[in-house]
C-alpha cells in the first residue's frame, strides 16, 4: 500500500493531479446501426418488393433497382393495382422516361398517350379516390411509433430526442411528423399520411380528380419535395439499387423528360420479388427499438469526432430508416 500511496501523495504535493480517465468515445449514427442486436431488425416479405431490372449500363453491368411497397394501411388502393400491373408484366420493355435535377426519376409507358401505340393496362384496376391519400387516424392507432412526445415549441421545428424520448415536432407541411412502423408519416389532428423523402416512390397523375393508376411511378432523387404530400400517393421506397437511378442523365425536355427515345433507359422487367430467385432478403431496423432510439437521436445531434455543433434536431427525412441485406 505504502508503495501506491507514496507517489499519489507526490503528485498531491506537486501540485498535479491524476489524469481523468478518457471520455468515452460518441459512436456515430452508422456504428450505432452496426452494433444493433439481430433483435433490433425486421424482416421485409420478399413479397412486398417490386424489383425493376434496368437494361445493362454500357459496360454490361447489371443494374437492379428494390423498392420497398408500402405497408397497410396507407395507399393500398395503388399498390394493390402495382401488383396486378407487375404479375401482368406492364413494366417489361417500359422505359425510364423523365430524369428531373434535384427532383424525380419517372418510368412506365411513354407512348401512354398515344392509344395507337399504347400499351394495354391489366383489367380490373382500382380507380382510387383523392381522399385516400391521407387517412383517418383511428386506422393507425394500433401502430407503434417512435413519437410519443406532441410538438414542442423549440426552433427548428424539427426532429428533437427530448428527455430520452423521440420527440418529433411540428415542420412547415404537418402539425407533426413521426416515423411509425418504419415510415415516415405526416399528421394533423385527424389524419396521418405518408411524406416524401429521398427514395419515396409515388404515383405519376393527371390533373385532379385524376389520381393515377400506379402504371406512371416515380422516386425522389433530390431535397425531399414535401410540398406534393397528400397531393399524390406514395406507393414505397428504394430500399436498393437508387444509385442506378439518381445517375441517370438529366432530361432536356420540359420538367425534365427525354426529348428523344434513344434518350430513355430502357426497363427489362419488373417483378414482385416473390418471383425473384436470387434475391437477397432485407431487413430494416426495428423504429420501435432502443438501437433506433439511439440512431435517431445520434442522428439529430452529432456528436462523433467529425462533428463542432450538434444541430439540436433534424428534419424528419433527415433520419432515414436503416435497411440491410442480409444472406
Known sequence: MKRIALPL????????APAPPPA??????SEIVAAAPAADWVAIEASDLLVMDLAPDRDGNKRRVVIQLMPPPFSQGWVG????LAAARFWDATSINRVQDNYVVQWGDANAEDKAKAKGLPPGL????????AIDFSKVRSWHTVSTVKSSQRSPRSYSPVDGKNDVSSDAYAWQTEIANGWPVGTDTETVWPVHCYGMVGVGRDMPPDTGTGAELYTVIGHAPRHLDRNIALVGRVIAGIEHLSSLPRGTGP?????????????VAVRLGNEVADLPRYQYLSTESASFARYAAARANRRDAFFIHPAGGADICNIPVP?????
Open 9 to 16: 501523495a507526490l503528485l498531491v504535493l506537486s501540485g498535479q
Open 24 to 29: 468515452p468515445k460518441v459512436l456515430a449514427p
Open 81 to 84: 393495382n402495382i401488383r396486378k
Open 126 to 133: 382500382a380507380k382510387v379516390s383523392q381522399s385516400d391519400y
Open 255 to 267: 420538367l425534365g423528360f427525354y426529348e428523344k427515345p434513344e434518350q430513355r433507359e430502357g426497363i
Open 323 to 327: 435497411v440491410r441485406k442480409v444472406p
